[in-house]
């Protein structure tokens, strides 16, 4: 789904959810299937992807790690920068979100230092000069 969070490169969001709310099993198959989807993202094109966990079940930090597990083990990770950070929301609630962008995109070092802004702004309370 196009994303507009990253304004210097195209971006796109890819979240992993789970929409029916089955537990999943461990199969492999969804490994293969997940890596298969990034890969053939990025062999189409040099936009910047972004990971995000759903938190509609409270297991978006065991999805957050089972994917880096998965990147990390990928056959051409190292043609790839991801980075992965989690917020917490006004609610208390973890956010999982991570930026993978392919080594040659010529807007590498932009979209990096511009998740890395984004993340520290969403990082800090806003102060609307209102007194609790």
Request: net charge negative; glycine share 6%.
């Amino acid at each position: 789904m196009p994303d507009d969070l990253i304004q210097s490169d195209e971006s796109y969001e890819f979240i992993i959810g789970n929409l029916n709310g089955v537990k999943s099993p461990r199969d492999r198959k969804v490994k293969e299937t997940v890596i298969a989807i990034v890969e053939e993202f990025f062999n189409a094109n040099k936009a910047t992807m972004l990971f995000l966990c759903s938190t509609s079940d409270g297991k978006q930090l065991m999805r957050g790690r089972l994917f880096k597990n998965w990147f990390d083990t990928y056959e051409y990770r190292n043609r790839f920068t991801m980075v992965t950070s989690t917020l917490v929301d006004e609610y208390g609630i973890d956010n999982v979100a991570a930026v993978i962008i392919r080594n040659d995109n010529p807007n590498l070092g932009k979209v990096l230092t511009e998740f890395g802004e984004t993340i520290e702004m969403f990082s800090h309370k806003p102060n609307l000069g209102i007194q609790d």
